[in-house]
Nanobody
Framework: QVQLVESGGGSVQAGGSLRLSCRASGYTYSNYCMAWFRRAPGGEREGVASIDNTGSTSYADSVKGRFTVSLDNAENTLYLEMNSLQPVDTAMYYC?????????????????WGQGTQVTVSS
């Protein structure tokens, strides 16, 4: 059973930084895609950043140049480094596991989600 547990959310002022972590367990690596999604209050879930087993990455246009996704295979942990945060980045952020890379910071075939971690950016 794949399990994903996020941490690292919090409240920051505009221009600040946060690093989110997602520890994965319960599976062995083969071809995979890991991603961060977010859902703002009253909004729909959107892809933010994704990474696959080759190390390829994909980002939503809104976060390019500000966010960086990475994966520590030894620790089975996915990270999202978020810099120059803005109020529009306020959302619940979710870690996800899927099958293959898709565009815009997403994965095809997402089959597992974490519980989410809240990020709040104040102006």
């Amino acid at each position: 059973q794949v399990q994903l547990v996020e941490s690292g959310g919090g409240s920051v002022q505009a221009g600040g930084s946060l690093r989110l972590s997602c520890r994965a367990s319960g599976y062995t690596y083969s071809n995979y895609c890991m991603a961060w999604f977010r859902r703002a209050p009253g909004g729909e879930r959107e892809g933010v950043a994704s990474i696959d087993n080759t190390g390829s990455t994909s980002y939503a246009d809104s976060v390019k140049g500000r966010f960086t996704v990475s994966l520590d295979n030894a620790e089975n942990t996915l990270y999202l480094e978020m810099n120059s945060l803005q109020p529009v980045d306020t959302a619940m952020y979710y870690c996800a596991r899927g099958h293959t890379m898709a565009g815009g910071g997403t994965c095809f075939g997402v089959f597992r989600w974490g519980q989410g971690t809240q990020v709040t950016v104040s102006s």
